[in-house]
C-alpha cells in the first residue's frame, strides 16, 4: 500500500516459501518505495522467518497496526450483530 501521508510503503500481507522469496519481495518493495520517493518500507506482522529476514535489509522495518487491520476474510454465515 502506498501510504503518501506517511512518506512508507505498507506491506500489508505476504506469505512466502524461502528465504529467496522473501529477499526477492523485499528488493522489489525496496525499489518500489524508491520510485516514488518514499523514506521507508513496513511489513505488517510478518512471521519469525520473515522478520529474521527483514533485519539485515537497509530501509525495511516491522511496524505494528495502528488502528488498522491488513485484511479480513468472513467465511459462511453468522455476521449478524456484528458492528463495523
Do not use: Q, Y
Amino acid at each position: 500500500m502506498h501510504d503518501f501521508k506517511e512518506n512508507t510503503l505498507a506491506i500489508l500481507r505476504f506469505c512466502a516459501e524461502g528465504k529467496d522469496d522473501v529477499m526477492a519481495l523485499l528488493k522489489g518493495a525496496v525499489e518500489e518505495a524508491g520510485r516514488w520517493g518514499f523514506g521507508k518500507v513496513v511489513m505488517w506482522d510478518p512471521s519469525e522467518a520473515v522478520e529474521r529476514a527483514v533485519k539485515g535489509v537497509e530501509g525495511v522495518s516491522v511496524g505494528e497496526r495502528e488502528g488498522s487491520l491488513s485484511s479480513l476474510r468472513v467465511l459462511g454465515e453468522g455476521m449478524e450483530g456484528v458492528e463495523w
